[in-house]
């Protein structure tokens, strides 16, 4: 009965109590379901907030109030047919689901009776009873934010397994810098290294993603190392090409080294110095042919070129951490080489210039600024001035 005050409107305090009550009455299953619900994300939150380690499977007891509650909302639908297309999709994707996406994902990994022909043969004994036979990386490229899928064949001790190991599939960058990193059971965690059959090869794939927050940390060949414990030194399984996600705007090219590599920037971090000191050359590059296998070197060379060089710097093209075989038409990427100047180099205005060379051969890549060739087979960066002493 409804309480009212003299005006006949419903008393606040008598109205809002049977109202609320009557709302409990009514639709206590639905909040049944969604205190479930609710206790369920507090106790997977609660689990993230103690480790460091995410599991989605946590939540799997909440799929039931989920879809209990779906369907009284699609019973609740004023339209049959609409019920009854609702319904028919839940169960298409139900099934789907049961059929061809939760088989493959808990799949135990596949025991084989050899090596097969595309994967990398490697010969790596881990402390903790395995082999790594060998590894297959499914992407010879990636791009920051992709997942990079590696096979690994292990093959279990014959006097068995230690514990239970952890994979550590680990992607390093330039400079060694860790660029993806992913920690796994044997098998996602369903067929532990434990219980494998000893000298039985098994298949486990799983997959790092590439993370990169320096966009100029890329291009670079990526190398994939694993191992078998945190504290462990990670064994080389294989390498990637990793590359920016999108690519820089191509500039008109300074000069053309060879066939087709373009120098579109050549500059000098400082252009006055003192002996001793070391300056950077900051150079961009850009790919309209690649140039295949060749093991190119870049170097630096201070003063008259015609002559024995003052000082010089040479290595390989990006450090080495992205040689030439990997290069693609169209890329375009940054390179740094450090000049260090003799302590005894009188001051003055010396003359900078940068070249390539083929490692194998040592021939110089003819050098074309505006359609002639360079008679030395170098590119004029600019003029250091060395002044006397330190500031």
Do not use: N
């Amino acid at each position: 009965m409804c309480i009212r005050d003299r005006g006949g409107r419903p008393s606040p305090k008598g109205g809002t109590s049977a109202l609320l009550s009557s709302l409990i009455t009514r639709h206590l299953s639905l909040i049944t379901l969604l205190l479930w619900f609710l206790l369920v994300a507090a106790g997977w939150l609660s689990f993230m907030l103690r480790t460091s380690a995410d599991q989605g499977r946590l939540f799997f007891p909440a799929l039931t109030p989920l879809a209990l509650g779906t369907a009284y909302g699609l019973s609740r639908w004023p339209r049959p047919w609409l019920q009854r297309g609702a319904v028919g999709l839940a169960l298409t994707t139900t099934v789907y689901c049961l059929l061809a996406v939760i088989p493959p994902t808990f799949a135990r990994p596949p025991i084989v009776t050899a090596l097969p022909a595309e994967a990398a043969p490697l010969d790596v004994t881990f402390p903790e009873g395995l082999e790594l036979l060998g590894a297959r990386v499914e992407a010879a490229e990636a791009r920051p934010g992709e997942w990079v899928w590696v096979t690994l064949y292990w093959r279990a001790a014959r006097d068995g397994v230690t514990g239970a190991p952890l994979v550590h599939l680990e992607l390093f960058g330039r400079g060694f810098e860790r660029i993806g990193d992913v920690v796994a059971y044997h098998g996602r965690g369903g067929y532990p290294a434990a219980l494998w059959p000893a000298g039985a090869i098994v298949a486990d794939r799983l997959a790092v993603r590439v993370r990169l927050d320096d966009p100029a940390a890329a291009p670079v060949e990526a190398r994939l190392g694993v191992k078998l414990s945190a504290d462990a030194d990670s064994r080389d399984v294989g390498v990637v090409k990793v590359v920016p996600a999108a690519r820089p705007a191509r500039q008109e090219p300074l000069a053309t080294l060879g066939e087709g590599l373009e120098l579109a920037a050549a500059e000098l971090a400082a252009t006055t110095v003192s002996p001793g000191e070391s300056v950077a050359v900051q150079l961009r590059w850009q790919v309209a042919v690649p140039p295949g296998p060749a093991d190119l070197h870049l170097f630096v060379h201070l003063g008259d070129p015609t002559q024995t060089p003052l000082a010089q710097s040479d290595g390989p093209v990006m450090g080495g951490e992205y040689p030439p075989r990997l290069w693609a038409a169209g890329e375009v990427f940054a390179d740094t080489a450090t000049l260090t100047l003799p302590g005894d180099l009188p001051p003055g205005d010396y003359p900078v210039q940068i070249g390539l060379y083929d490692f194998a051969t040592g021939a110089r890549l003819p050098v074309t600024v505006d359609g002639q060739r360079s008679p030395t087979d170098t590119y004029p960066v600019g003029t250091l001035v060395i002044r006397q002493g330190r500031d």
